[in-house]
């Protein structure tokens, strides 16, 4: 007479090799996990992690330094500065906005750079656009295809704004306007009172609407 064994689901799920979860498929915060776990970022997720984010490095960088030809290469330092840091990040679902004050943070690391080696440096940078009173609404960089001329020029008219603004302006309506970000978490970002910050965000936002009413006005 043949005696059955038992076996547990528990033994018969351990002698089955699960494949390992493509990162592709993972979320965002299991993707970042999964960069943090061994003693190096995984290669393949942190691919993953660089492909998803990319263009939020490149948008923030390209309000920030608009005219810079170099943006390329802030941004390649961005993501280095991500892979040798990203195990000190405690709080997984805080990614976005940590990586925003590492760019942030080295856009201005740079700008120092810039201001002591080379001529005086535009202090004027595109900035972003406001919500305030005029309740502006900028969903992207580029105008989508149904958008007419005067929408067109409408956008061309309000960068040039933002980029007439100066640098101690810019920082604080980017990352407010484009990024949506909290005051206090600007406040932090930029090492200045809550104070400072809604008060350049105010300032920054009443040259945009005057520049902008005069090109309206135009019209």
Not at 47 to 59: F, P, T
Not at 77 to 94: A, D
Not at 100 to 114: G, H, M, P, V, W
């Amino acid at each position: 007479m043949t005696q059955s064994i038992p076996v547990s689901w528990s033994t018969a799920e351990a002698t089955v090799s699960q494949a390992p979860v493509q990162p592709e498929k993972l979320s965002n915060y299991d993707l970042i996990l999964h960069c943090q776990a061994g003693l190096r970022p995984d290669r393949a997720a942190f691919a993953e992690l660089l492909r998803r984010y990319q263009s939020h490095v490149d948008k923030i960088l390209y309000h920030l330094a608009p005219d810079w030809q170099d943006r390329a290469d802030l941004a390649q330092e961005v993501w280095i500065r991500v892979y040798r840091n990203i195990k000190r990040l405690q709080e997984p679902v805080k990614f976005r906005g940590w990586l925003s004050r590492i760019a942030t943070n080295l856009f201005y690391d740079e700008l120092r750079k810039r201001k002591r080696v080379s001529h005086p440096l535009s202090l004027d940078a595109p900035r972003m656009m406001d919500d305030g009173e005029m309740d502006w609404e900028i969903a992207s960089d580029k105008p989508s295809p149904d958008e007419d001329m005067t929408t067109r020029e409408f956008y061309e008219q309000l960068h040039e704004a933002i980029a007439d603004l100066p640098e101690v302006f810019r920082t604080t309506i980017v990352l407010r306007e484009i990024e949506g970000m909290a005051y206090e978490e600007i406040a932090e970002i930029t090492g200045v009172s809550l104070g400072t910050v809604k008060s350049r965000i105010a300032r920054a936002r009443q040259r945009l609407q005057s520049q902008l009413q005069n090109y309206l006005d135009g019209n």
